[in-house]
């Protein structure tokens, strides 16, 4: 399975974007995907993760009330809506597709996502 997301690129401080994510197979009908971020020099961290069965949304606390996570089942694409944007936005985002459903326990944790695409660059400016 591969993973292409796009839509990244620069923007001001308060601006918004929106990512795209797109599975090379028929896979989206898993349950569960997600969007990380990693920024230089630091570690991948969680943005955002949708159980689509379920409805439920979960946010860092860092982006909750800016960004929105959904998916368009007809496009066969997942979405990252990114509000307000803040310097401390800025990072190489990733989608995410486990293989396996995770737990609400390790949902937010890199090592539960099996599949990534190949991030694309958000860079907000001060």
């Known amino acids: 399975v591969q993973l292409q997301a796009f839509g990244g690129g620069l923007v001001q401080t308060g601006g918004s974007l929106r990512l795209s994510c797109t599975p090379s197979?028929?896979?989206?009908?898993?349950?569960?995907m997600a969007w990380f971020r990693q920024a230089p020099g630091k570690e991948r961290e969680f943005v955002a993760a949708?159980?689509?069965?379920?409805?439920?949304?979960y946010y860092s606390d860092s982006v909750k009330g800016r960004f929105t996570i959904s998916r368009d089942n007809a496009k066969s694409t997942l979405y990252l809506q990114m509000n307000s944007l803040k310097p401390e936005d800025t990072a190489v985002y990733y989608c995410?597709?486990?293989?396996?459903?995770?737990?609400?326990?390790?949902?937010?944790?890199?090592?539960?996502?099996?599949?990534w695409g190949q991030g694309t660059q958000v860079t907000v400016s001060s």
């Open positions: 949708a159980r689509f069965n379920s409805g439920h949304t």
């Open positions: 197979t028929r896979t989206f009908t898993t349950s569960t």
């Open positions: 995410a597709l486990p293989r396996n459903t995770p737990t609400l326990s390790n949902l937010r944790s890199s090592g539960a996502y099996t599949y």
